[in-house]
Nanobody
Framework: QVQLVESGGGLVQAGGSLRLSCAAS????????MGWFRQAPGKEREVVAQ????????YYADSVKGRFTISRDNAKNTVYLQMNDLKHEDTAVYYC????????????WGQGTQVTVSS
């Protein structure tokens, strides 16, 4: 089992940057594919980015491609989301999640961190 704690959210002007961090407990962090998701008011949760266990493979939603970068440091049990050129439509609660090996569903979720982009 793994526990996830996000940090780094806040209020930023459009065009600004934020870096989210997600710290994981446990010694098996490197065995999990990690993802960042977001949910805006009145909308369904959507995937933002994903990163493979080694960090060699990444995926981005079209809406953030070229602006956001996901990375991980397995030695620090942490996954990051660098968000640049933020837009008002990026406003949401951002969650990190862990996908256990061999499964197709993200099983572990953090509590979320609010990102608000003022236009």
């Amino acid at each position: 089992q793994v526990q996830l704690v996000e940090s780094g959210g806040g209020l930023v002007q459009a065009g600004g940057s934020l870096r989210l961090s997600c710290a994981a407990s446990g010694r098996t962090f490197s065995s999990y594919t990690m993802g960042w998701f977001r949910q805006a008011p009145g909308k369904e949760r959507e995937v933002v980015a994903q990163i493979s266990r080694s960090g060699s493979s990444t995926y981005y939603a079209d809406s953030v491609k070229g602006r956001f970068t996901i990375s991980r440091d397995n030695a620090k049990n942490t996954v990051y989301l660098q968000m640049n050129d933020l837009k008002h439509e990026d406003t949401a609660v951002y969650y990190c999640a862990a996908l256990p090996p061999g499964l197709s569903k993200y099983d572990y979720w953090g509590q979320g961190t609010q990102v608000t982009v003022s236009s």
